[in-house]
């Protein structure tokens, strides 16, 4: 097709900045988990935007932080390895925080010459006075840098004010392809992360302030019945220690099933059919900081 385009658009910025809810907001449907707690997102998540002229594949990287763990500087070579291959990137800086080093650091890895659009999250939680101060800061921040190619772009993503400026304005980015992914499909997401990453959306808001990053899924087993009436799931819930078991599990097994019960609907919202989930809770000593187990979990070198 002649004049379409099809290309990558990198979102990145620091631990819960905004970031899924932006992608969310951009594809139009839930394709990422959200959760107001840092570091929910663990792998690249591409959502594909569709439209007559163009095809828009926007990456959800994982925060970019100080890492403390291997696995937490896996999740940072993830970040940096899919901002060098986009056309554009977002850079998300929360409205209600102050810029600080590292939105510096970010911003500094973006190494080729993309556009960079500078895209101020969350102003549905800050006053009209408030943001054109924050903006004023941010026009301080883009020059301090000597950034090239800028644009700034104000948004709440939660609200969807000015999001589709902001989907205009990428699309402007991408170069002269055809579609690369089928034009029906909204994710290149495999349903089995899709599943382990529901349950773990449950998990953490279910046990933030006890376990915040000590949680992992596999999926053991998926598939549907041969009614096509119901769709099996069976799950493995990893923690580091022998007392987080415990905490996941609460008294007379109240916390896994209110784990269950979100997790099962999220998942039935996904596919479309009920579903049966089944969810074991498992030890895996420091899978965090074991390279092995990390593998294991999907978080390849």
């Known amino acids: 097709m002649s004049n379409f385009r099809s290309g990558f658009v ?8 905004g970031k899924s809810t932006l992608v969310n907001a951009l594809v139009g449907t839930k394709i990422v988990i959200t959760s107001h707690h840092p570091n929910t997102t663990r792998n690249p998540i591409r959502g594909i935007i569709n439209r007559e002229d163009f095809q828009m594949i926007v990456v959800d990287t994982p925060g970019m932080h100080k890492p403390k763990t291997a696995l937490g500087t896996r999740l940072n070579t993830m970040a940096n390895e899919n901002i060098e291959s986009t056309d554009s990137v977002a850079v998300c800086l929360p409205a209600n925080e102050d810029i600080g080093s590292g939105d510096e650091y970010i911003v500094k890895q973006i190494k080729g010459n993309q556009p960079i659009f500078i895209v101020v999250t969350k102003i549905d939680s800050i006053s009209k006075t408030e943001l054109a101060e924050k903006l004023n800061l941010v026009n301080q921040f883009v020059n301090r840098l000597n ?34 992914y089928p034009k029906d499909i909204n994710t290149d997401q495999a349903q089995e992360l899709m599943f382990s990453d529901l349950i773990r959306e449950a998990a953490i808001e279910e046990l933030y302030e006890e376990l915040p990053h000590s949680v992992m899924v596999t999926i053991d087993e998926m598939g549907e019945r041969d009614n096509g009436k119901l769709f099996d799931v069976i799950a493995t819930l990893h923690v580091e220690r022998d007392s987080q078991k415990g905490i996941i599990i609460g008294p007379q097994g ?24 089944q969810i074991h809770v498992k030890v895996s000593k420091e899978w965090q900081k074991d390279p092995k187990m990390l593998a ?5 070198e």
């Open 10 to 17: 990198a979102i990145v910025g620091r631990p819960n900045t």
């Open 147 to 180: 950034l090239r190619n800028v644009e700034i772009i104000p948004i709440s993503a939660k609200n969807l004010d000015q999001t589709d400026l902001l989907l205009d304005l990428l699309a402007k980015t991408l170069p002269d392809s055809p579609a690369l």
């Open 254 to 277: 109240s916390k896994l099933k209110a784990i269950g019960t979100t997790a099962r609907k999220s998942i039935e919202n996904l596919i479309g059919m009920q579903v049966f989930l």
């Open 296 to 300: 294991r979990l999907g978080f390849t």
